[in-house]
């Protein structure tokens, strides 16, 4: 049973790995996170580029039959320029789908600096739809409140909220969370923009695009044998394991650190 490799350069992609779980119970998967570079949304493009090759050269090495880029800013940089002999799918585009079918006119873009300035998302959804007014933010002080495990504390949402403010005086509808760390901060947001905007998760946009595509090119696991989930890091990983445990609602997640 060849597994989905998936890589983030953190926990944030382990919402990825729970959307795929959901959407795909029957398929093993081979979690890769970054943890010694982190953050990539800080870092040059060619650096981005240069990470995300070595990542995905790994995950190859251990046999995966396809890869989620499961890192808004690596996809972004990287996505284009990513030779591999196996199927890759990255976060950006199921994502704008999804925002440009349910926004009324008016979409905010949350994300790192680097996914913000290569208007990744932008370009998407005007591609989509030309009209879509499309206001993006960078908040750079989000991913690491949730690596620290502080993403429902009260001081993530009053950074949340002035990161937010402008977006909402804008009148945004729609608020695509570019980054995958930021669904563990769902609770925060809702309560920062109000039920009248919607938010749009690109963990579950891209796990319902694998599906898809697994099944459309004959690689989907047909079931049987229960699946096997491996998660490596590439620096020590307590504070990742904990927060893994609670990502994914597991108590069994053990970690292997690896070099790449």
């Known amino acids: 049973m060849k597994p989905i490799g998936v890589f983030d350069s953190g926990v944030g992609g382990l919402t990825v790995v729970r959307a795929l779980r959901r959407r795909l119970p029957a398929e093993s998967i081979l979690y890769l996170g970054d943890t010694a570079r982190l953050p990539y949304g800080t870092k040059s493009p060619a650096t981005v580029r240069q ?44 994502g704008a789908v999804r925002a440009a079918h349910v926004s009324r006119g008016r979409v905010g873009v949350i994300a790192t600096e680097a996914t913000i300035l290569s208007d990744a998302y932008g370009r998407a959804l005007r591609r989509m739809r030309p009209e879509l007014e499309v206001l993006s933010q960078a908040c750079p002080l989000l991913v690491p409140l949730v690596e620290e495990g502080w993403h429902d504390d009260p001081l993530a949402e009053q950074v949340a909220r002035r990161y937010l403010e402008p977006l909402l005086s804008a009148g945004i509808d729609t608020l695509v969370l570019g980054c995958t760390h930021y669904p563990l901060l769902e609770p925060v947001l809702r309560r920062v923009v109000g039920p009248e905007v919607e ?38 990983g307590d504070r990742f394991a904990r927060l893994a445990r609670m990502i994914l609602g597991d108590e069994r997640v053990s970690l292997e650190l690896v070099e790449v």
């Open 199 to 236: 938010l749009i998760d690109s963990a579950a946009a891209v796990a319902e695009r694998t599906a898809l595509d697994l099944a459309k090119d004959g690689l989907a696991e047909p079931g049987g044998a229960p699946p096997e989930h491996h998660f490596c890091v590439t620096d020590s």
């Open 51 to 94: 990470y995300t090759r070595r990542n995905v050269e790994f995950l190859e090495s251990r046999g995966v039959k396809a890869v989620v880029v499961a890192c808004n800013t690596a996809t972004a940089l990287a996505l284009d320029d990513l030779p591999t002999p196996v199927p890759v799918w990255g976060v950006v585009e199921p």
